[in-house]
């Protein structure tokens, strides 16, 4: 059903949003003349639905708060101009800007641009409305994530516009879902470190000083808003992302490096540091985020056109709810500041249902600090599986009887986690959400976006040739390269996927991304020799510039290379396991 005016004005209302409607086509009154200089992160659309769009822009002025002028036209000529509205910028929101355009057609292409009072104008977009509900026509759409353009450049979005520019109107792309790591918030400098895994390194950005960031090793990181815009306006100069952004609407989901390397809910951490409170830390980068990224959530202030941060204060978390939340009121302020889960319908055949990995995580119970004792560095970050799968579920291990200790090779530990409730990565209220998307959905394909890999990571060490290793590895026992994500996350993921069987959900279906390599399966819970029930397909896309796993280890194996010993190659906790890499 197409969106009436009056419907359209509460949903605007409820978001706080500088709003067009459309009216009878006519040709562009305004005098606009394209000066990309004085527009220069481009423009951009997102989170498109059958009847309306979000808008963006960024225009820079010595001070004040300033008007532009967005058009959006059926032609790219601006001939049949269909709606015309204010768009406000002001410094509070780093002179962004984002409209909501509503009372358009599904499943058809528009035309946009803005321009300010004295007609200098921004380039032209091309966005795209999703199909109505009822549409069954196929939905073509391309999964991307993790852009380190620090380390590398954006061709690949050269070739997906080349590729897509050529295809029939039915094969063209609707929509680009971006899984997370639209940019890394760990920044190094060309002059202080010329190469990374063999990889030139960019000038990205020049961060605000101590201490207002700081730095491990060759890495700079943020701590206050204007230190994460300086970093997206870095990403935002690449030309294949502005042209990219400028094509089709985008609909994103962060990773972890929009907010902190290792961090979770509102605590920073960088690889092989120790957390630090970071709910400040977290409010700008969600801040940034909502700026430079349009997309369909509340900000604070209850509107779009500024943000409009609380006010936290950096304070140690001390207490946590039993499936580790942390309860300290600074904390819940700042992960709830902004919450981007969220799920959009195409047509007939696609419900998009986007969760949040980080900002309501528990932790990862390798981290302890006694596993160590049963961890061998030496098996590049290969941990053992039987330990990983009892850790994970904590007290429901083996049927609500889990061990008391922990074993690997001839070496013994107390099992931290027997008490303990099974991890979560989404969170309990998120999951709940995410659970009744699941079950109220009523498209073909439901699927799952999430900004990281549900297969497992499992490899079978133990029939690797003992001429080739100083320690063979026990009998009978896989190893794991990954704690921190579904892949291990054994307890939770079962209980996403027993949901899926149980209720009889069909056309299930995972895209991710962050392993930066290519995954395609079966989602199961549980691999063989275990009971084997594949309940949907899994697909893990490769990042789009950073460097995958095979890549580091092939650098750091390399006698001639440098090889910082720092972080797990396969969590992100402080425990020393292998060889510096960034997920």
Known sequence: MALSRRDFMQLAAAMGASLAWTGTARASRVKWTERRDLFPEGVASGDPDPNSIILWTRRPFESGRQLLTVEVAEDVGFRRVVAQAPAPVSAASDWTTRVLVGGLKPARTYWYRFTDSTGNGSRVGRTITAPAANDPRAVNFAFVSCQDINEGKLNGYRRMIFEDERKPAAEQLGFVLHLGDFIYEVVQYPDEVKTRYGRAIYEVARLPAEPDSFKVGNFHMPLT???????????????????????????????????????????????????????????????????????????????????GPPVVKDVEIKKWDKNGLGLEPNNLTAIRSLIAYRALRYGRHLDLIITDQYSFKGADPSDHEDIGKIYDPAWAGAFPEPVMIALDAGRTANGGNPPATLSFRD?????????????????????????????????????????????????????????????????????????????????????????????????????????????????????????????????VGGSLVSPGRWKVLRTASRKTAPCARSTSLIGRGAVTRGPITCF
């Not at 394909?445 to 080739?468: Q, T």
Request: net charge neutral; charged share 25%.
């Open 411 to 539: 070496a013994t530990i107390p099992n931290p986690s027997k008490d303990s409730e099974p991890r979560t990565i989404l969170g309990v209220e998120q999951k709940a959400w995410f659970k009744d998307q699941l079950k109220r959905s009523t498209a073909t394909w439901k699927i799952w976006a999430n900004s990281l890999g549900a297969l497992d990571i499992r490899i079978d060490p133990e029939h690797i040739p003992a001429s080739m290793v100083a320690k063979s590895w026990p009998a009978n026992t896989f190893g794991i390269l990954r704690t921190d994500e579904w892949g291990a996350a054994y307890q939770e993921r079962g209980e996403i996927y027993d949901l899926v069987r149980d209720a009889k959900i069909t056309g299930f279906a995972i895209v991710s991304g962050d392993r930066h390599s290519f995954w395609a399966g079966y989602a199961a819970a549980k691999l063989p020799p275990n009971e084997y029930e594949p309940v949907g397909l899994s697909f």
């Open 225 to 307: 808003v204007e230190g994460y815009r300086a970093i997206y306006k870095g990403y935002l100069h690449d030309p294949d992302l502005q042209d990219a952004r400028a094509r089709w609407p985008f609909v994103c989901i962060w990773d972890n490096h929009e907010f902190s390397w290792v961090g979770r809910q509102s605590m920073v951490q960088a690889g092989g540091q120790p957390p630090r409170p970071g709910q400040t830390v977290k409010v700008a980068a969600n801040q940034a985020w909502f700026e430079y990224i349009p997309a369909r959530v509340k900000s604070p202030s209850g509107t779009l056109a500024e943000f």
